[in-house]
């Protein structure tokens, strides 16, 4: 993989760094996790807030240089790909930060979201476009299966936006950071989680098509009118609710 392909924006604006910190507010016994360290830009300020920080990074040269800097008391790098990774065994309940590579953002997002019991919360510099997408609201653009398979599980939470000119290199887009906190409880749940995330799969693969053509194969039409649920309207008009209503409205 070539240095351009890992999306290799350091943090350099010492007011943003102390920000992230800031919002993220360690504690010195949480597990924490670190995606993506780099050159160690929010590393240096967690090291020494808690008692030991894990981080994962895929290029060697920036682990090596990371395992020069710290002892292995104070930090842990693994090397490797966030994507490839078992996040269990960075200990529970585990706080999981980092200024992701964007080109991979929601693969690790849904990553992440996998582990939901395990982790206490999460906090992340995103491309704005992203985090604009995890945060909204049914029938706008954004709004799509990130919105739903995430606001399922997490409160989220746009804290500040951050201009190209923090970085280097610049990057092209603006970023914001945004935090998920578990849903202590949902009024709501589904029966069956893997058939919801294929439900909304489904719904969105085809976002522009009505619910009863995307979903054919899957949930009968009939079913959707018993559920309450227009089989006229497409994906995007259907809120996480419905989705669970519509979900718990099958036989699965
Ligand atoms: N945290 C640093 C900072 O704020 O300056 C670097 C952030 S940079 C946007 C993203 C980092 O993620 C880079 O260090 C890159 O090498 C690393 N990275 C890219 N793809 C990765 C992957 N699949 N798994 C783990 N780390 C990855």
């Not at 065994?89 to 997002?109: A, D, Q």
Request: hydrophobic residues 40%; glycine residues 4%.
């Amino acid at each position: 993989m070539s240095t351009n392909n890992l999306s290799q924006n350091f943090l350099t604006d010492k007011v943003v760094i102390e920000k992230l910190i800031n919002a993220i507010d360690p504690q010195i016994d949480d597990h924490m996790l670190e995606i993506g360290p780099g050159r160690g830009a929010l590393t240096a300020n967690l090291i020494g807030r808690v008692k030991y920080l894990s981080a994962l990074e895929v290029d060697p040269k920036l682990s090596d240089l990371l395992r020069s800097q710290y002892s292995r008391e104070q930090l842990g790098v693994t090397e490797g790909d966030v994507l490839k990774t078992d996040l269990s065994k960075f200990g529970e309940p585990l706080r999981i930060v980092g200024n992701l590579p964007y080109h991979i953002s929601s693969p690790i997002l849904f990553h992440a979201n996998s582990y939901f019991p395990a982790i206490k919360d999460m906090h992340f510099m995103l491309q704005k476009e992203v985090v604009e997408r995890m945060v909204a609201s049914p029938a706008t653009k954004t709004y799509g299966r990130l919105s739903i398979m995430l606001q399922y599980r997490w409160r989220m939470e746009l804290l500040f936006d951050v201009a190209p000119i923090c970085f280097s290199p610049k990057p092209k887009v603006w970023s914001s950071v945004v935090r998920l906190m578990p849903m202590v409880k949902r009024n709501n749940s589904v029966k069956n989680y893997t058939f919801f995330d294929q439900v909304v799969r489904n719904a969105f693969s085809q976002r522009r098509k009505m619910l009863r053509n995307s979903l054919r194969g899957i949930v009968p039409e009939d079913i959707l009118v018993s559920a309450g649920i227009d089989p006229t309207l497409r994906a995007e008009d259907l809120s996480v609710d419905d989705f669970i209503t519509l979900v718990n409205s099958t036989d699965r």
